[in-house]
């Protein structure tokens, strides 16, 4: 993490959730059908993920000629752990404004809903790539010839 914001001038943290809808909704199909409640849960993964994507790029019109975002970065990415989850929730006063809480293991409620850090730098988005990442020696993915997904 602290590579991906070392050179940023400023940060931007995001909260966004699909609400408790969602979380019913799932919740009924588990009783009726689970294949039914996998795919709606694999369809609201990927809705967050696209509003998260679409919130970048509104971001990006408030950037200065030059500028660019770093990566999306949430907590549980990489060497950022989750025990900012807390710090972030009540910094964007979440629990009020979108009824986002934190669980005493960190995750979010409502489940489909992220928080995250995005850094502006000067000069083009850095490519994502293990050796980014402030945890590349002592990774353990790497020692196993793999990849946690972050780059």
């Known amino acids: 993490m602290f590579n991906l914001l070392n050179d940023s001038d400023r940060i931007y943290l995001l909260a966004v959730t699909l609400g408790n809808d969602i979380e019913r909704l799932t ?6 059908s689970m294949i039914d409640a996998v795919i709606l849960d694999a369809c609201a993964t ?7 994507n679409n919130l ?3 971001l990006e019109k408030e950037l200065k000629e ?28 979440c629990e009020r404004t979108i009824g986002l809480k934190v669980s005493e293991h960190k995750l979010l ?27 590349y020696d002592n990774c353990i993915y790497k020692r196993e010839g793999d990849i946690c997904g972050c780059s």
């Not at 928080?115 to 402030?134: D, P």
């Open 46 to 52: 990927t809705a967050i993920e696209e509003y998260c």
């Open 27 to 32: 919740r009924k199909y588990e009783k009726i």
């Open 109 to 135: 409620f409502p489940r489909k809903s992220v928080t995250a850090i995005l850094g502006v730098t000067k000069g083009e988005k850095t490519r994502k790539s293990c050796l980014n990442c402030s945890n």
């Open 66 to 93: 030059g500028e660019s975002f770093t990566f999306r970065y949430s907590p549980g990415y990489g060497d950022l752990s989750l025990d900012i989850q807390n710090d972030l929730v009540n910094i964007l006063n």
């Open 56 to 58: 970048e790029k509104y």
